[in-house]
């Protein structure tokens, strides 16, 4: 708990918000996906669906509308989530959006959202995997980088992976993306 503070008071000293984005690619995203704030008709099923989850610290419903406009922003087709409570993020990321959701690596190829926490990264994904797993378009999204010092350091060692170009910590969740045609930069962005 003392970490995490510590991490968010951090992460308030670093972040900025559309204005400090000089990426006409994480401008876009930020201010049409991230602080969209339009009123989709999923909202009620995932305000319902908050109210049902266990982990209600993991996904407030800020962050489960966030989640749910990710694959209609990027045009999602196939998603994977790597979690151990997938079940409600798989409900999140697909109400409202033509989206086929795996929990298991279950074909040969890429998928255009990928959602993994990071303590399932530890125990069954090398980081290396994501970028193999990943197209150029991709979204790689994870969460619980600012719950340990474990956790900060494997989400540095994310950010340093060669192929990975853009990274966004918005403190709750981290986006990363393999972007060929784009400078790597990393990005500290408040919602």
Not at 38 to 48: D, F, M, N, T
Not at 120 to 139: D, F, Q, R
């Amino acid at each position: 708990m003392i970490f995490e503070l510590k991490s968010y008071l951090k992460f308030l000293l670093k972040s900025t918000n559309q204005h400090g984005v000089h990426s006409p690619f994480v401008y876009d995203l930020v201010t049409k996906c991230f602080y969209n704030k339009k009123e989709r008709a999923s909202y009620p099923a995932i305000l319902s669906l908050s109210k049902q989850q266990v982990d209600k610290k993991r996904f407030s419903i800020e962050t489960a509308k966030l989640l749910n406009r990710i694959p209609a922003y990027f045009e999602s087709k196939k998603a994977l989530v790597l979690s151990k409570n997938s079940e409600p993020l798989s409900e999140i990321l697909s109400l409202n959006n033509t989206i086929e959701v795996h929990d298991s690596i279950q074909f040969k190829g890429h998928y255009d959202l990928i959602y993994t926490d990071l303590n399932t990264l530890i125990h069954y994904l090398k980081v290396e995997t994501l970028s193999s797993i990943a197209h150029n378009n991709s979204v790689i999204i994870t969460d619980s980088m600012h719950q340990s010092e474990i956790n900060t350091m494997i989400w540095d060692e994310i950010k340093a992976q060669p192929k990975i170009t853009v990274t966004i910590d918005s403190f709750s969740l981290g986006f990363v993306f393999i972007r060929k045609e784009q400078v790597k930069e990393h990005f500290t962005i408040r919602m």
